[in-house]
């Protein structure tokens, strides 16, 4: 429970609550603010202003000098998230954040603005326990998700139907999840007249509102945005759709049962709660039977060694070792690849991941606190990386794999952390 409801598990940190009763646990931890952990408080996030847009006399300097300032502001928020990941004392808050983050997936390669992705990220955190419905009408309303889905553009006289497909293929619904294109169109038409300042503020203007009625899977009135999420949240396919979705970010790469589904239904209820929903999943009699099966995307396994080794996050060389090898392994935090979000399961195990799994090893291992392992007996060590690292117990076939090394801590560290046991949760 602890390695997927946060990013890696020390022995230690498994000690600290091995003996506590599950359900408490939960509801401590989701009920923590998560800006007043103090790993948070340490790790503020940037205060960045989008500078103005060059206008059409701009010369080609300052509008080099625009984009450079756009480019800077993004690096940093990138970094700023990973280190705020590393630095805080209860990770779950951050976890959920990052699985809203790959479901409203918005990427910064189309927004640009640091400040206005800094913004979503936050409703992500405030958002991600609460009633689903106030959560998708601030992600419909986002000025991120607003540019990145082309809401911006979507007026009364010239509709534009990205947001509204999205919104219930990907967001609510699922493909094929009870809407038809009849719905995509009568709903971008709620959706029109959007407009989103610099600064990241949204509003509607009525003279590119369409305020006529309109038809959204089988209900007729003068909807606008908020009537068709209420549509939508509401839906007899949204519950089930991210039942499953939220099963699949933090249970099982594959879809719940039939049993299981129910259960998480049923916590979700009519009020939608994201909450009771996400503790669900936790506690399901099938949660830990899938003990060992879940593939860990690269931002999980390379947070979870920087977290477990106690690996300092204030060096700029480690923060750029960590920026290029989650771009090779394909995630870095803000650029998912399209509105679909990040994959899930094997595709994380390519040759090309396992090449940049083993560099980054390298790299972050000897800044890491080894002592555990360092002073352990030598017939021992192997254990004791699994205890540093949050492995209970190692296969056979791992354990013999990793005698070979045993003698040298820091390399026995960066084989453990490439192993079939770490690899997966």
Known sequence: MLRRAGFGASGPQVDAVAGQDWSAYLDAALGADPD???????TPMPAHVTPPVPGDQASKQERTAFAQTLFTQMQELSAWWLRRIVAVQQPIHEKLTMVWHNHFATSAEKVLAA?????QNQKLRALH??????????MLTDAAMQL????NTNTKAAPNENLSREFMELFTLGHGGGY????????????????????????????????????ILGATGDFDESGFCNLAVNHPTS???????????????NPPSDATLGRLVGAYGPNRDLRALTKAVFLDPEFTPAAGTVVNAPVEWLV???????????????????????TVMGQRPF????????????????????????????????QGNISTVEEAAPTDRIDAAGYLIGIGAWSDSTAAALKHVADDPAQLLAAAVNTPEYLTS
């Open 36 to 42: 007043a952990d103090p790993g948070a408080i340490a």
């Open 115 to 119: 400040e206005l992705m800094g913004l």
């Open 129 to 138: 326990s609460g009633d689903f419905q106030p959560f998708a009408h601030a």
């Open 148 to 151: 990145w889905l082309d809401g």
């Open 180 to 215: 038809t294109e009849h719905d995509v169109r009568e709903a971008a038409r709620a959706l029109t007249g959007w407009l989103t300042s610099p600064t990241g503020q949204t509003a509607l203007s009525a003279e590119n509102h369409d305020d006529g009625p309109k038809t």
């Open 239 to 253: 519950a089930p759709f991210l039942a499953t979705k939220l099963w699949q970010s933090l249970a099982s790469d």
């Open 304 to 326: 979870g060694l920087i977290r477990s080794l106690q690996v300092p996050m204030d060096k700029p060389d480690t923060l750029s070792a960590c920026n290029s090898v989650l």
């Open 335 to 366: 650029y998912p690849p399209d509105v679909g979000g990040w994959p899930r399961g094997s595709v994380w195990l390519s040759s090309s991941s396992v090449a940049a799994r083993v560099w980054a090893a390298d790299q972050m291992v000897p």
